[in-house]
């Protein structure tokens, strides 16, 4: 179980993330929304380690995060909005220096590296430079690191990024069986419809602070809102945004 407390992250005193607290619970998967700049990627890379909060607490099974970072992060699995890749080496290249410092066995390693390239349609690209990948092969590639070392709790942060129908289906399925297979799962994203579908709580940010934390049922029914789509819009987006269409459109055609 992931567990914030009141967690607080002040940029030149200016909260990005401020007093967020929520569960994310092993066997399910959260969805974590919000507007751009409402504080989610904040908030991950609190999660991950690689931003300390100023205020409050992460902890992971009831163990502050900070306590022992080593054995954290060893379980932990995490897939940035930003890729973050090495683009001299090739993608098997990437996948078996992430392995090694992850301390897996070369035997298994070179099994998974193997089985994520062929089941992720990048073995032919196998010795190819990332350099020249596109945005999905880098995607997928981040996808394959993230998970190699079996992780107990995997964050995803826009992890449909470029990657196309088929292979977003492929991950979609992932997810869910990841959370069923006694995964802890944090799955931030845009596309609204996929976090509907594969998420079984919604927690919603806006303005650095949360607005609803529930599951998506529970959401429909307070809200008396049909879609997810409807409960964000009313929760996080200001804008009129029929009006704000149809003054582009007047602006377009003039």
Do not use: C
Request: proline share 5%; glycine share 8%.
């Amino acid at each position: 179980m992931l567990e914030l407390r009141g967690v607080v992250k002040l940029f030149s005193l200016t909260p990005a993330v401020n007093k967020v607290s929520f569960i994310a619970r092993a066997g399910e998967v959260t969805g974590y929304l919000g507007p751009n700049g409402s504080g989610k990627s904040t908030t991950l890379k609190m999660i991950t380690g690689l931003l300390d909060p100023t205020e409050g607490q992460i902890l992971f099974n009831g163990v502050p995060i900070q306590q022992d970072r080593i054995s954290y992060k060893q379980r932990l699995g995490y897939v940035p909005e930003e890729p973050q890749l090495y683009p001299h080496l090739t993608g098997a290249e990437y996948l078996e220096m992430v392995g090694q410092l992850r301390g897996i066995p070369d035997r298994i390693l070179s099994e998974k590296v193997d089985g994520f390239l062929h089941l992720l349609s990048l073995h032919p690209d196998r010795h190819v430079q990332i350099s020249s990948y596109s945005k999905g092969m880098r995607q997928k590639i981040l996808l394959a690191a993230a998970l190699l070392h079996n992780p107990d709790l995997i964050l995803l942060d826009e992890p449909f990024s470029g990657l196309d129908v088929s292979s977003g289906l492929v991950l979609r399925g992932l997810i869910r069986e990841l959370a069923a297979h006694g995964k802890v799962v944090l799955f931030s994203s845009h596309e609204l419809e996929t976090v509907e579908r594969v998420s079984h709580r919604i927690v919603i940010l806006h303005k650095g602070r949360v607005v609803a934390n529930d599951s998506i049922e529970q959401l429909r029914e307070l809200m008396s809102l049909p879609t997810l789509e409807d409960i964000f819009s009313q929760l996080a987006v200001e804008q009129d945004t029929a009006s704000v269409t149809r003054e582009m459109l007047e602006l377009i055609e003039r």
